[in-house]
């Protein structure tokens, strides 16, 4: 995931806003879902405890319903995503009549019982995308329609996730994903407060879900392992007072995000990842010399990037290194 900043703190106080990652509000990243129901026939059931028991810990609540006619309009309002084991026919004839708006309506994604497909139905970035994503763990192919997705582009929810922020004008990332498919929205623009803003119906605001989180800067030689990774990063936490669970993200830069251990111990701790560009990074560079500087002209980017991504914009630790693989600075 790649996400230029230039000079985003929240725009207000997040430690009020509960539940701004479920889709179920319109103050949504429309991104992440929590609270899911599998809908099933009695003769699928083998299947739906299969799904349960392979991604139920990565939500908060995974329920198991079985299906009838009315099964959907009884329960709808009541969770995040619905996944429906079915054709594809039945969850959309089941529920047309029951959507609304797409910043309030649950997602819906179908499987079949083969797990061969999860295709997102309605909501894909509410949440169906996500659930596609994970049962392509399970050997489902995810067939996800949303413009951004099948460009292999990032939306701007998958932006907003990856930074641990959420969507506040979810009318406006109509045309900021336009922008992202014609490649001309640029980085996301950081705002220091106090400050009132107004915008227009084409700016998109994100903010923060909290503003105590840490952001765990990293850089690597090519190549280095999902374990050097994870091994430094829990080093560095040990040398401050924070934990794996006040992390919002992780920063680097655009040309370390396809670094494949990064991505795989990110997705283990179940952590965004959040690429700056070269003009971000410079525009934050931190207080220890670096040689990719000399070399490249690139600053240092453990230091860069947790600067900023963090919230204050400063350093909690400064760089260090881990097996000459991996090294990692902590911002806030």
Same mark, same amino acid.
């Given at each position: 995931?790649?996400?230029?900043?230039?000079?985003?703190?929240?725009?207000?106080? +997040? @430690?009020?806003? @509960?539940?701004?990652?479920?889709? #179920?509000?319109?103050?949504?990243? %429309?991104?992440?879902?929590?609270?899911?129901?599998?809908?099933?026939?009695?003769?699928?059931?083998?299947?739906?405890?299969?799904?349960?028991?392979?991604?139920?810990? &990565?939500?908060?609540?995974?329920?198991?319903?079985?299906?009838? %006619?009315?099964?959907?309009?009884?329960?709808?309002?009541?969770?995040?995503?619905?996944?429906?084991?079915?054709?594809?026919?039945?969850?959309?004839?089941?529920?047309?009549?029951?959507?609304?708006?797409?910043?309030?309506?649950?997602?819906?994604?179908?499987?079949?019982?083969?797990?061969?497909?999860?295709?997102?139905?309605?909501?894909?970035?509410?949440?169906?995308?996500?659930?596609?994503?994970?049962?392509?763990?399970?050997?489902?192919?995810?067939?996800?329609?949303?413009? +951004?997705?099948?460009?292999?582009?990032?939306?701007?929810? @998958?932006?907003?996730?990856?930074?641990?922020? *959420?969507?506040?004008?979810?009318?406006?990332?109509?045309?900021?994903?336009?922008?992202?498919?014609?490649?001309?929205?640029?980085?996301?623009? &950081?705002?220091?407060?106090?400050?009132?803003?107004?915008?227009?119906?084409?700016?998109?605001?994100?903010? &923060?879900?909290?503003?105590?989180?840490?952001?765990?800067?990293?850089?690597?030689?090519?190549?280095?392992?999902?374990?050097?990774?994870?091994?430094?990063?829990? /080093?560095?936490?040990?040398?401050?007072?924070?934990?794996?669970?006040?992390?919002?993200?992780?920063?680097?830069?655009?040309?370390?995000?396809?670094?494949?251990?990064?991505?795989?111990?990110?997705?283990?701790?179940?952590?965004?990842?959040?690429?700056?560009?070269?003009?971000?990074?410079?525009? *934050? !560079?931190?207080?220890?010399? #670096?040689?990719?500087?000399?070399?490249?002209?690139?600053?240092?980017?453990?230091?860069? #990037?947790?600067?900023?991504?963090?919230?204050?914009?400063?350093?909690?630790? !400064?760089?260090?290194?881990?097996?000459? /693989?991996?090294?990692?600075?902590?911002? &806030?």
């Amino acid at each position: 995931m790649s996400s230029g900043t230039e000079n985003t703190d929240g725009t207000g106080d +997040s @430690s009020t806003d @509960s539940g701004g990652g479920h889709c #179920s509000t319109a103050d949504s990243d %429309g991104e992440v879902a929590e609270e899911i129901a599998i809908i099933s026939f009695g003769r699928k059931m083998d299947t739906a405890e299969e799904i349960k028991g392979e991604i139920g810990d &990565r939500y908060e609540a995974i329920d198991i319903i079985e299906y009838h %006619g009315d099964v959907f309009e009884e329960h709808w309002g009541e969770y995040d995503c619905f996944i429906g084991l079915m054709a594809s026919g039945i969850a959309m004839r089941k529920t047309a009549h029951l959507l609304d708006d797409k910043w309030e309506d649950p997602a819906i994604c179908v499987v079949d019982e083969e797990l061969t497909w999860a295709i997102p139905i309605t909501g894909g970035h509410h949440g169906a995308n996500q659930v596609a994503q994970d049962l392509a763990t399970m050997g489902a192919i995810p067939a996800m329609t949303t413009a +951004s997705e099948a460009a292999g582009k990032q939306g701007v929810e @998958s932006r907003a996730k990856a930074m641990d922020t *959420h969507v506040v004008n979810g009318d406006s990332t109509v045309k900021t994903n336009l922008a992202v498919l014609d490649e001309n929205l640029g980085p996301v623009a &950081r705002l220091e407060g106090p400050k009132a803003v107004l915008v227009g119906n084409d700016v998109t605001v994100l903010k &923060r879900n909290k503003n105590d989180g840490i952001v765990i800067g990293t850089g690597s030689v090519s190549g280095a392992s999902k374990g050097a990774f994870l091994a430094a990063w829990e /080093e560095a936490l040990e040398q401050t007072d924070y934990g794996f669970d006040d992390v919002e993200f992780v920063g680097t830069a655009t040309r370390k995000e396809d670094e494949e251990g990064l991505l795989e111990a990110a997705q283990e701790l179940d952590l965004g990842v959040v690429a700056f560009d070269k003009e971000t990074l410079l525009a *934050h !560079e931190g207080p220890t010399p #670096s040689k990719s500087k000399e070399l490249i002209g690139w600053p240092g980017v453990s230091e860069a #990037s947790a600067i900023a991504g963090g919230a204050e914009q400063e350093l909690v630790l !400064e760089k260090i290194g881990y097996e000459n /693989e991996v090294t990692v600075a902590i911002g &806030r």
